[in-house]
């Protein structure tokens, strides 16, 4: 099965920074790569796919990049609606597996 | 607008069964791919199954291979889970989840709120 692992597991931040998550998979998955964002006791949102094409509805301050298997989301000007926990996914190849988590924090 | 209803959770014994629904509306059930995602308690996200919109390809995560099984009825618009010889590590919050098929490169765009199972004694 292919690992997905991001960092950090947590992050603390201001509104109005700039930040960015990462993501590493034990093997390349070409851009098959998607992020989630999720809100305590919510179902989870989707944000990205395809590496770096955002769902619908979703904001530009939102952006994916990155290829093989070194991903990053990056997410500018935080907002207090924005502080929540993202998951990365990869659905290259069965089983699909997911990050552990980035917590992302008000500072 | 696009709604997934997941039903059917609930609290159920060591090595018993249960069946999870997932009602879709708003949309072509039957030109979607479909998912089950779960989450236990306090920990993170773990994909279950799919089932391609024909029900021609269907995959498992190793953790349920043998005891779920995932089949859908698109007249009926509807997604089911059949979950049997549940253990406690099947606790969590099942979420179901569809997946745009006809664009390759795409994948899980909406979610249900979820429903929950519980194995205990």
């Known amino acids: 099965d292919i690992q997905m692992t991001q960092s950090p597991s947590s992050l603390s931040a201001s509104v109005g920074d700039r930040v960015t998550i990462t993501c590493r998979a034990s093997?390349?998955?070409?851009?098959?790569l998607a992020w989630f964002q999720q809100k305590p006791g919510k179902a989870p949102k989707s944000l990205i796919y395809?590496?770096?094409s955002l769902q619908s509805g979703v904001p530009s301050k939102f952006s994916g990049s990155g290829s093989g298997t070194d991903f990053t989301l990056t997410i500018s000007s935080l907002q207090p609606e924005d502080f929540a926990t993202y998951y990365c996914?990869?659905?290259?190849?069965?089983?699909?597996?997911f990050g552990q988590g980035t917590k992302l924090e008000i500072k | 607008e696009v709604q997934l209803v997941e039903s059917g959770g609930g609290l159920v014994k060591p090595g018993g069964s249960l069946r999870l629904s997932c009602a879709a509306s708003?949309?072509?059930?039957?030109?979607?791919?479909m998912n089950w995602v779960r989450q236990a308690p306090g920990k993170g996200l773990e994909w279950v199954s799919s089932i391609s919109s024909s029900s021609n390809f269907i995959y498992y995560a190793d953790s349920v291979k043998g005891r779920f099984t995932i089949s859908r009825d698109n007249a009926k618009n509807s997604l089911y889970l059949q979950m049997n010889s549940l253990r406690a590590g099947d606790t969590a919050m099942y979420y179901c989840a569809r997946d745009p098929e006809v664009v390759v490169t795409a994948t899980i765009d909406y979610w249900g709120q979820g429903t929950l199972v519980t194995v205990s004694s």
């Open positions: 093997q390349g998955i070409s851009n098959y």
């Open positions: 996914q990869q659905y290259n190849t069965y089983p699909y597996t």
């Open positions: 395809a590496t770096s």
């Open positions: 708003g949309f072509t059930f039957s030109s979607y791919t």
